[in-house]
Nanobody
Framework: VQLQASGGGLVQPGGSLRLSCAAS????????MGWYRQAPGKQRELVAS???????NYADSVKDRFTISRDNTKNTVYLQMNSLKPEDTATYSC?????????????????????WGQGTLVTVSS
């Protein structure tokens, strides 16, 4: 399974950006998807996550500013970021877990996976 993230860039404080992350591969089932970020010199932290049923979870620092959503038909997760602050500057990475499906001979198998996308840099600066 591969995750392809896009949408990062440079934005002024108060501005908005929308990140996308599309998963590809022999995905039989997609469970939770999420966004993490890591600022220079800091540990990676969970920004937001969303279950297959649409239940969301946010870090306190981004509540009411960021919105996570997903398109299950496209195995894609989005992060709408509004009212961006300089402290939101970080490399954002997407994560997904689920099951892949494959045939071995005539028998269909499923195997769990947990995959990371490449990071996309978000810089909030005037």
């Amino acid at each position: 399974v591969q995750l392809q993230a896009s949408g990062g860039g440079l934005v002024q404080p108060g501005g908005s950006l929308r990140l996308s992350c599309a998963a590809s591969g022999s995905i039989a089932r997609m469970n939770a998807m999420g966004w993490y970020r890591q600022a220079p010199g800091k540990q990676r932290e969970l920004v937001a996550s969303i279950t297959s049923g649409g239940t969301t979870n946010y870090a306190d620092s981004v509540k009411d500013r960021f919105t996570i959503s997903r398109d299950n038909t496209k195995n894609t997760v989005y992060l709408q970021m509004n009212s961006l602050k300089p402290e939101d500057t970080a490399t954002y990475s997407c994560n997904a877990d689920g099951q892949i499906g494959y045939y071995r001979g005539s028998v269909y198998h499923r195997q769990t996976f947990n995959a990371w996308g490449q990071g996309t840099l978000v810089t909030v600066s005037s």
